[in-house]
T-cell receptor
Framework: EDQVTQSPEALRLQEGESSSLNCSYTVSGLRGLFWYRQDPGKGPEFLFT???AGEEKEKERLKATLTKKESFLHITAPKPEDSATYLCAVQNNNDMRFGAGTRLTVKP | GAVVSQHPSRVICKSGTSVKIECRSL??????MFWYRQFPKQSLMLMATSNEGSKATYEQGVEKDKFLINHASLTLSTLTVTSAHPEDSSFYIC???????????FGPGTRLTVT
C-alpha cells in the first residue's frame, strides 16, 4: 500500500537555525513528489515538484531534494514568516497521497 | 500564475439544509478537480476526484448521495453537502490540476459549520 510519512510532526526553530524536514514514501509508480506550505485556515500553497531521484529545486530559503525513498525540505536561516505546516504528497498513476505534515514554528 | 478560488469562504447552516461550495480555476483550464476535507491539525483527506463532463469518483467511505459533485466546465466544480449534520462541519478544500498528473493548485478553503 502506498504510504507517505512526514517527520518530525512538529519542529520549533530559532530564527536563523537551519534544519530539514523529511518525507518518506513508498509508492508504486511515482509520477511526482510535491511540497506544499499551508498556513492556518488556508488552502495549501504549491512550493515544488520533484520527478526523479537526484533532482533538487530551490526557492528563497527552501531547497527540496529527492531520493528513491524520501524527500527532504531544507530550510536555511529560517525567519518567523516561514512558520507554517509543510505538506508533502506523492502522485502515482491513480491519485495523490498526502503526508500528515510537519508543523514548523520559527521563533524570533 | 495558477489561481483557484472557492466560494463561500465561510458558511454556517442549520442541520438538515444543503450547502453548495464553488471551486473555480481562474487562469487555467482544469480537466480534473479534487475535493478534500481537513479536520483541525490533520492532513488533507481526499473525498472525490472530479473530471469535467463525467461523474465524480468518490473515495471509500464518502457518501456520493450526501456529497454531490458537479464539474460542469473546465473551470468550475461544485460540491453540495446535502442534509447537513453537525458532524459535517469541517474545512473543505478544492484543488485543480493543470495537466494530467501535474501539480494541484488549491483553493483557499471553505469553513462549514452546521448548527
Amino acid at each position: 500500500e502506498d504510504q507517505v510519512t512526514q517527520s518530525p510532526e512538529a519542529l520549533r526553530l530559532q530564527e536563523g537555525e537551519s534544519s530539514s524536514l523529511n518525507c518518506s514514501y513508498t509508492v508504486s509508480g511515482l509520477r511526482g513528489l510535491f511540497w506544499y506550505r499551508q498556513d492556518p485556515g488556508k488552502g495549501p500553497e504549491f512550493l515544488f515538484t520533484l520527478y526523479s531521484a537526484g533532482e533538487e529545486k530551490e526557492k528563497e530559503r527552501l531547497k527540496a531534494t529527492l531520493t528513491k525513498k524520501e524527500s527532504f525540505l531544507h530550510i536555511t536561516a529560517p525567519k518567523p514568516e516561514d512558520s507554517a505546516t509543510y505538506l508533502c504528497a506523492v502522485q502515482n498513476n491513480n491519485d495523490m497521497r498526502f503526508g500528515a505534515g510537519t508543523r514548523l514554528t520559527v521563533k524570533p | 500564475g495558477a489561481v483557484v478560488s472557492q466560494h463561500p469562504s465561510r458558511v454556517i447552516c442549520k442541520s438538515g439544509t444543503s450547502v453548495k461550495i464553488e471551486c473555480r480555476s481562474l487562469d487555467f483550464q482544469a480537466t480534473t478537480m479534487f475535493w478534500y476535507r481537513q479536520f483541525p491539525k490533520q492532513s488533507l483527506m481526499l473525498m472525490a476526484t472530479s473530471n469535467e463532463g463525467s461523474k465524480a469518483t468518490y473515495e471509500q467511505g464518502v457518501e456520493k448521495d450526501k456529497f454531490l459533485i458537479n464539474h460542469a466546465s473546465l473551470t468550475l466544480s461544485t460540491l453540495t453537502v446535502t442534509s447537513a449534520h453537525p458532524e459535517d462541519s469541517s474545512f473543505y478544500i478544492c484543488s485543480a490540476q493543470r495537466g494530467r498528473g501535474g501539480e494541484q493548485y488549491f483553493g483557499p478553503g471553505t469553513r462549514l459549520t452546521v448548527t
